[in-house]
């Protein structure tokens, strides 16, 4: 029994080491990062937000002190983005990283700020602070906007159609106020009022006011001609906008190839007292870039802002892939015609050869009165009929000429007149086969070099 109790203890010990060493898969989330943790009042610290399976918009906020972004959100895409951060008063001031989702929030570490070595002091800092009604940070989600600063009290913004609720939020600069109206806010069609109430630890209050406008009307929304605020028209050069460009859409892609650093970007207002500012429009980078783009009216109010997100790179990889394409595809049409040529030319050379031993065929049919089955064949026959009719000759004479030594002399004349009659025969056969291969072998005199055998003739005896 005691065996069986240490043998399950050891199974224990075993699994609880293989669980606490084994790997874990990194979740999706945000990594906030400082370039300095400690500063003076009045520097400047970079801020840089990581992300790992997190792509989108991600909107800054911080807590515990004052802080001036120099934009409020970054844009990610399974990397990294930086902004900086001006701190504007001492404490100890904590950054918060929130995902466009909200699913991904990540709060980095404390950063202390201390009084500037330059400053001379203030016994009135304990009073100011509790009067302090400042709000450090203010923005919504989605579709955030950006020029916050602490001593403009009213934003406007414009929101698509689909969008029926934003999140409010917002960093009071003094640790003891109190702030009201921020959270989930529903939106209906068209203007929408949403007020954020600082209440400093003294009492003293101060509103800002986001007027956020929803696009689109309801079903029971009467028809307004009135013209949107924003822009009516981007034009970035001979660059493509996706998508095309509305002045009710705000956010927009940009391909971009080439060394420039910064875009020629034109704009127009949809009214002429508006003023537009492009901000981020320097040192692009190569890879993600934003651009932002901000139109306000006559008083300083934000009517709209678009984004712009500038993918740079050196060199057109997609030209390049497809230059290559078509340079293959015409180095095997190339190939294909080469090859196809070839196969013409033989099938032309074989045609030539054919008609030619045709034609000479034919040719040799008509002029010897023979089928002429080849070239070679007819000849090796021609020489084999010719060397037996010699053979069959010469025996001959010398039949005739055993016979001519006891004939008389008629016998003798009348072989004579044989002798004759067989020459001039064999004279035109040898004349007949000699014109027709000497017609066959123009292009080659020497084919049948060989010299025919002669026949000579034999004297009989003379009549005496």
Known sequence: ??????????????????????????????????????????????????GNGVSGTVNLSATGGDVTFSQNSVSLD?????????????????????ANDAENTATGGTITAVASSNSTGNSNTDSEEAANANLSNLGIRPNDFTGFSPS?????????????????????????ATITGTGTQNLEYGENALNVVVTSEDGTTKTYTINVTREGAGEEAEETTEVKKGLSSIKIGDLELSPSFATDVYEYTVKYIGE??????????????????????????????TITILVSDSEGNNVATYQLMVNKSLVDEEALAKEEEERQQAEQRKMLMIAGGIVALILIIVIIIVIKRRRNKAYAEEFSGVPFAGINEDSEEYYDDYN???????????????????????????ENHNLDNDDKELEEKERAKREFLNGYTS???????EEKPRRGRKKGKRFK
């Not at 900086?84 to 918060?96: D, F």
């Not at 414009?158 to 917002?170: H, I, K, L, N, Q």
């Not at 292009?443 to 070099?449: P, S």
């Open 443 to 449: 292009q080659d005199d020497t084919y049948f070099d």
């Open 1 to 50: 029994m005691k065996v069986g109790i240490k043998k399950i203890i050891c199974i224990i010990i075993c699994l609880a080491i293989i669980i606490s060493i084994a790997p874990k898969a990194q979740a999706a989330g945000l990594i906030i990062n400082f370039s300095e943790s400690t500063v003076e009042v009045g520097d400047t610290v970079t801020v840089t937000v990581t």
């Open 260 to 289: 420039d650093t910064s875009l020629n970007i034109e704009t127009v207002a949809t009214d002429p007292s508006y003023a537009v500012e492009v901000l981020g429009n320097e040192e692009l980078k190569e890879g993600e870039n």
């Open 78 to 98: 399974n990397g990294s983005a930086s902004v900086t951060a001006t701190i504007n008063k001492e404490g100890s001031i904590r950054i918060t990283a929130t």
């Open 152 to 176: 403009k009290l009213t934003y406007d913004v414009t929101v698509p159609e689909d969008v029926e609720s934003v999140e409010v939020y917002a960093t009071a600069q003094a640790s003891g």
């Open 388 to 414: 037996q009719e010699n053979d069959y000759n010469h025996e001959t004479d010398i039949n005739n000429d055993q016979e001519k030594e006891e004939n008389t002399e008629n016998d003798t004349e009348i």
